[in-house]
């Protein structure tokens, strides 16, 4: 019993110590040419459902919650952010070669059809991240439109003086 | 006049040669174009290079291939983790300047797949996603680099909501490794890759 005292302590220096530790880094303030509305001219409607659905886990822009003030929480948020940003950042996509664009556009959208994305534990807490019907099938659709196009044009088919000879 | 007639005559038979051989090349690009547009099609062969560079990717994705024909996902797990670590030695520079952009930006890819296949143990179905991905992944690499066996490219209407999808092969015998043993012979060779 005596040593709860101490280790209580400590335990509350370090829940101080770390309100220092810094978070709230994934913030800036341009959108990139980069960017996947600017990279496709995304419509302003699409773009929103977008920047409030996606964006805040998938790109260089973190819209932060209160709460991310608050360590060991904000420690955690910024783990997730950086997980999802190396899986897919749209703040970047236009970086991405024809290949990678294409196969993160498939990805995209067997997670949002089957309702993987957003992640259900985040839009239990961010209501407004739900895909309405609608929008799901929106973004959807438009989604499909723009993986054609990158078929189309992917530039990276292998090309006809690498095949010896058709039979 | 007869100059201009002659050289008129040679200049249409230069074009007309041209154009064959343009005829040609178009044909090899429709070849790879409509392995994704027109699906039902079947495809003539392709000839590549005799190459051992990408065997272990080779090995790899087809056990990865078995493993989910079999649905067994843990196994699926561990071939592609093994086929992410035959991507991570594979050596680019080894290989033509012309060729290496691409053939970083299909490493790349595929390595992101395997790696999501080998986390994903335990959830098939998202498994399964991403291999259908990394087929054509592997089907765009041999056709630069070359193989050492003949792969049969088999084609499942089905897959993702009819959307259909494509698979690598040893074998011209159908083993559906999108729906395994609920849909075992689903499927058809569409085109065959044959080593020179």
Known sequence: MKLLKPIGFVLLIVLVGIQFIPSRSNQSTEVPSTDFVKTYKVSEQLGQILYTSCYNCHSNNTNYPWYSWVQPVGMLLENHINKGKEELNFSEFGTYSGRK?????????????DGEMPLASYTFIHREARLSAVDKNNLVDYLKTLKLATQKNRGNEPRPENIISIL | MIMLSLALVSWG????????????????????DSKMANKSMV???????????????????LALKDALVADNSNKASSSGKTLFDAF??????????????????IIEDASEHAEH??????????????FEILSTDINDLVIIIGSDRTLYQTFCPMYNKNEGGVWLSASREIKNPFYGSKMMKCGSVQQEITVE
């Open chain 1, 101 to 113: 664009q294409k196969s993160k556009l498939t990805a995209m959208i067997s997670q949002v059809e």
């Open chain 2, 13 to 32: 038979a230069s074009a007309q040669h041209d154009h064959s051989k343009m005829g040609h090349a178009t044909e090899g690009q429709t070849n790879m």
């Open chain 2, 43 to 61: 495809q003539p062969s392709v000839k590549v290079e005799r190459s051992k560079s990408a065997t272990a990717i080779i090995d790899n994705y």
């Open chain 2, 88 to 105: 991570a030695k594979f050596d680019i520079s080894a290989h033509p300047k012309s060729q290496q952009k691409e053939l970083a930006e």
């Open chain 2, 117 to 130: 296949i080998f986390e994903n143990s335990g959830n098939i179905d998202h498994q399964r996603e991403h």
